[in-house]
């Protein structure tokens, strides 16, 4: 099979864990015999130094040419204060504009050698394995009007959810498939007792689920859906959610995984004649630039982003599988870096990337 990718490093530990998702990667290609063509681009900080835009004009043009696109991180503190536009994250707004992907996607699961990594209690997180599905082109951080305006005591900030029946559809659409090739279980989360919007989002998924019988479908208000995710994680296989409620609920994947270098993502839009989803993947970490050159990184969130690419972008299911078993294998082998708190002496990214590598050719 042919994959063209694009691959942008970005900032901070970006290059470092990015570069052993690659090495990932190009050894999946050789050894199931896929011809991988990859391209490199630049985003973020990076870019800004090099191009003054956080998005240049070519990066846009090989993310379109492209069947997929892996990305590092973006953000460096020297422009904690320029203007938004001028900013790393800007271009990471408009990269996902760009390739139109509105529906985020967050695999959590539980590896039980990292159990003692989280703080909840061992027999509460063990067997725990979601995927959060969170809307990502629309909703309150879109919706107009918005702004401050006034002063003194009228001063006051607006901002507007908005959703409409279409981008409803089509990211609900995206859950009750990917639950369909799963558990068969979809959680729907709104705010439906208080909200219209979610009063919408509620009726529209209850009526696509006539498409989806072999789906169960439930729904759930965000405030129990927040408590239940700690009292009881496996009761849950896909949720879907709005934007705002996606982008802070998924932030609890963390603490079910133990560390938030081992939660991998993937934003994805239509799918392209082939049946593959156009995707955008990236770990769900930031930049760390604080330990950037040191080799600390944790790559274990990017080479989990490239089994995500590989089974929704390409649909190898095969490959990613393999990916996802040597993940869990060098987990249960201690060859890890320091944020996952090792026995010993702490393995370095590029040991880890590796590991990976040689547990692929042991477990397959």
């Known amino acids: 099979m042919q994959l063209n990718v694009l691959v942008l490093p970005g900032d901070g530990i970006g290059p470092e864990v990015t570069a052993e998702a690659v090495r990932v990667l190009k050894h999946v290609a050789a050894r199931w015999g896929h011809n991988l063509r990859l391209t490199e681009g630049l985003l973020g900080g990076v870019a800004i130094h090099q191009t003054g835009s956080p998005f240049p004009e070519e990066t846009a043009a090989r993310a379109l040419e492209a069947d997929a696109t892996l990305l590092g991180a973006v953000g460096l503190p020297e422009f904690d204060s320029a203007p938004p536009a001028q900013r790393p994250e800007r271009g990471l707004l408009g990269i996902r504009k760009t390739l139109g992907v509105y529906a ?44 401050i305006s006034g002063s003194g005591p009228e001063e006051r900030g607006v901002n507007t959810e908005v959703y409409t029946r279409a981008e409803i559809e089509r990211v609900a659409r995206v859950a009750f498939e990917l639950a369909r090739r799963r558990r068969k279980k979809l959680t729907s989360v709104d705010k439906s007792n208080v909200l219209e919007t979610s009063q919408l989002w509620r009726r529209v998924v209850s009526e696509l689920a006539a498409e989806y019988p072999d789906v ?61 989803w156009v995707g955008l993947y990236e770990p769900v970490h930031g930049s760390a630039p604080d330990i950037a050159g040191q080799g600390k990184a944790n790559p274990l969130a990017a080479i989990g982003s490239v089994a995500a690419m590989l089974e929704y972008s390409f649909g190898l299911t095969e490959e990613a599988g393999a990916v996802n078993r040597a993940i869990e294998a060098v987990l249960e082998s201690g060859r890890v870096t320091a944020d996952l708190k090792p026995r010993g002496r702490p393995a370095t990214t590029v040991e880890v990337g590796q590991a990976v590598v040689d547990a692929i050719d042991s477990k397959s």
């Open 216 to 276: 169960t479908l439930e729904h759930i208000l965000v405030d129990n859906c927040a408590m239940q995710l700690i009292l009881n994680p496996r009761r849950f296989d896909v949720l879907v959610m709005p934007n705002l409620f996606g982008d802070i609920l998924s932030d609890e994947g963390a603490v079910l995984a133990g560390s938030i270098g081992m939660l991998p993502s993937a934003s994805i839009g239509d799918r392209r004649p082939s049946g593959a």
């Open 104 to 147: 985020n996607l967050r695999p959590v699961r539980a590896y039980k050698a990292l159990l003692d990594s989280s703080p909840l209690k061992n027999d509460i997180v063990d067997g725990t394995d979601l995927i959060i599905v969170r809307e990502l082109t629309g909703g309150i951080y879109y919706g107009t009007p918005r702004g």
